[in-house]
């Protein structure tokens, strides 16, 4: 798998949050590949204890709507508007009940469908990252 | 990116050694898996014994399994190390633990490192590990 045309200039942190291994490593490779620094999450318990941790500043939270344990996508984001809104989220899943939610929870349209192409992943977190920047 | 070539398990095929880190403690899983990719390994994360089997059970040829013995779920680290001895005798497996552990008769055990371990000895371990490692034989062609 080749990552030629979303190189990403800055090292910039993307946490995967994604409780199926090989899902994980798939899309987490990829995005190195791109350019990101990316660190893994298992579950959203693990994703809080990265974002507690000040001298990790993560850029962009792409994570699984369906999750392991009390929390899921849709909390964790909010979550993330409340405490980290310098971070950008995106949300992947088939849950179909929730595309209010997302929309309201993902800044650039609608969450992603899974199976997802890691490239419209990449493509999500380059543009997301450039309108941040824009404003 | 240092000592590339050492790290290459297989020189001639152009081959680039594969770590399975196994820990549940994320923040460490993610210290030691940036410093072996830092070093040219392709590094692979798992949460638990579990997710490391699924990664295990597949073609995806895995050199070396760096794991805690420690976790949670329905097998540790020294569950997962009987299954390598069982279905993957070439796999490599360094136990890591806060507190001593003899290992049980049945598990695959090639190194210990008591935590908290120095990253750099664990690089150059691994290293040495590989340097006489015979070809990978891929799991699923075993079963």
């Not at chain 1, 579950?43 to 009390?70: C, M, T």
């Not at chain 2, 390994?41 to 760096?66: C, K, M, R, W, Y």
């Amino acid at each position: 798998m080749t990552a030629e045309v979303n190189s990403a200039p800055a090292r910039e942190i993307v946490l995967v949050v994604e409780d199926e291994v090989l899902v994980r490593y798939v899309i987490s490779d990829y995005l190195r590949e791109c350019g990101y620094k990316v660190i893994e999450a298992s579950s959203a318990d693990e994703a809080f204890q990265v974002l507690q941790k000040a001298s990790i500043r993560v850029a962009v939270i792409f994570s699984n709507v369906q999750l392991p344990g009390a929390i899921d996508g849709f909390a964790l984001a909010k979550w993330v508007r409340a405490n980290h809104s310098e971070a950008g989220v995106i949300l992947a899943g088939t849950v179909s009940r929730a595309a209010d939610a997302a929309a309201e929870l993902c800044e650039k349209g609608p969450m992603l469908s899974r199976p997802y192409e890691p490239q419209a992943v990449a493509d999500r977190i380059k543009r997301l990252l450039a309108e941040r920047k824009r404003t | 990116m240092t000592q590339e070539s050492s790290t290459s398990l297989h020189p001639e095929h152009d081959s680039v050694a594969t770590v399975l880190v196994v820990d549940d403690e994320v923040l460490l899983r993610l210290s030691i898996a940036d410093r072996l990719r830092d070093e040219g390994f392709s590094v692979i994360e798992a949460a638990n014994a579990d997710e490391a089997i699924g990664v295990l059970q597949t073609t995806i040829p895995v050199h070396v399994v760096l794991t805690d013995v420690t976790m949670p779920g329905r097998t540790d680290g020294i569950g997962l190390a009987r299954f390598i001895e069982a279905h993957g005798p070439d796999t490599k497996v360094i136990l890591t633990s806060g507190t001593l552990v003899a290992a049980p008769p049945g598990c695959r055990l090639d190194g210990f490192f008591l935590k908290p371990y120095d990253p750099s000895s664990i690089v150059r371990f691994i290293r040495s590990l590989l340097q006489d490692a015979r070809p990978l034989r891929r799991l699923r062609d075993d079963c």
